[in-house]
């Protein structure tokens, strides 16, 4: 099967090459895919493209998000198939929620800043969804959301109208007193309770970080590099002092962590 060699394609291209990957003298593997049997390929490739961004890569950037313009182009032609909806209907969807939900930008609204900007952008969002009340504004966040974007995201919605401490360090007594929770629920060991006590541990965490202005998923994907760069360091140590890192105690172990961490301090500070 031909495709037209072109200088340069453009999405409709993309839209007919997939229709042609998933005709009958196509691809079978792509003939073969559902919603379902590529919904992990639809994480994986956003989570590419976060990547990307978040290396300010931005050849890469163009090919992941290529990438994530794919899967929408699958998943509407499945769709198409089932004469349920094509790309063109999901494009005109899309283009009147923008429309709709900018009322200070397309109709008599007026925002004079980002704060006005987004409280337009819910109040639509909640009459045009019939959401009478801010618990069923919770309930419509997905649950598919890594769970600390969806804690977030609920305690934005909570603090809409005005459950919700004053500042970061009302969040940080809250924090304590969790913490406390927890350390009862150890003591009896009580596993559902230790569960129900570390969940609210990491929701009220992520509160604070609300209030310092930090995305606490971000801070969380830094901290993860940071731990491997540092165990990274503790490893080479060892090795340099003949240290097996299994057969090494936890004293040891913590002492090189410790001693990690002052060079790194060193490295960003510099002197002592």
């Known amino acids: 099967m031909e495709y037209p060699v072109k200088e340069k394609y453009n999405f409709d291209d993309l839209v007919e090459i997939v229709k042609i990957l998933r005709s009958p003298g196509g691809c079978p593997w792509d ?8 919904r992990s390929n639809f994480i994986e490739e956003t989570y590419e493209a976060i990547e990307a961004i978040d290396n300010d890569d931005k050849e890469l950037l163009k090919e992941e998000l290529g990438d994530v313009l794919l899967q929408v182009a699958l998943h509407c032609e499945m769709e198409r198939e089932e004469n349920s909806f094509d790309i063109n209907d999901v ?3 899309i283009c009147k929620k923008l429309i709709i939900r900018h009322p200070h930008v397309f109709g008599d609204k007026n925002a004079g800043n980002a704060t006005e900007a987004l409280s337009n952008w819910d109040a639509v969002k909640m009459k ?18 890594p769970a600390l974007m969806r804690s977030e995201e609920i305690q934005r919605k909570a603090s809409k109208v005005g459950f919700d401490w004053d500042d970061a360090e009302g969040a940080m007594t809250k924090l304590t007193e969790e913490c406390n929770e927890l350390n009862v629920a150890i003591t009896l060991g009580n596993a559902d309770n230790q569960m129900e006590e570390i969940g609210d ?15 606490s998923e971000h801070a969380l994907y830094k901290a993860c590099d940071k731990f491997i760069n540092r165990f990274t360091m ?26 990690v961490k002052i060079i790194q301090k060193q490295k960003i500070y510099g002197g002592n």
């Open 201 to 215: 541990v990491l929701f009220t965490v992520v509160n604070v970080s609300r209030f310092l202005k930090i995305d």
């Open 234 to 259: 503790l490893e080479e140590l060892a090795k340099e002092r003949g240290i097996d890192v299994k057969e090494a105690s936890m004293t040891q172990l913590d002492s090189l962590w410790e001693e």
């Open 91 to 93: 494009c005109d969807c």
């Open 128 to 145: 045009t969804k019939s959401q009478t009340t801010y618990a069923e504004a919770m309930q419509s966040v997905s649950r598919a959301l």
């Open 31 to 38: 003939r073969e895919q559902t919603h379902k049997s590529i």
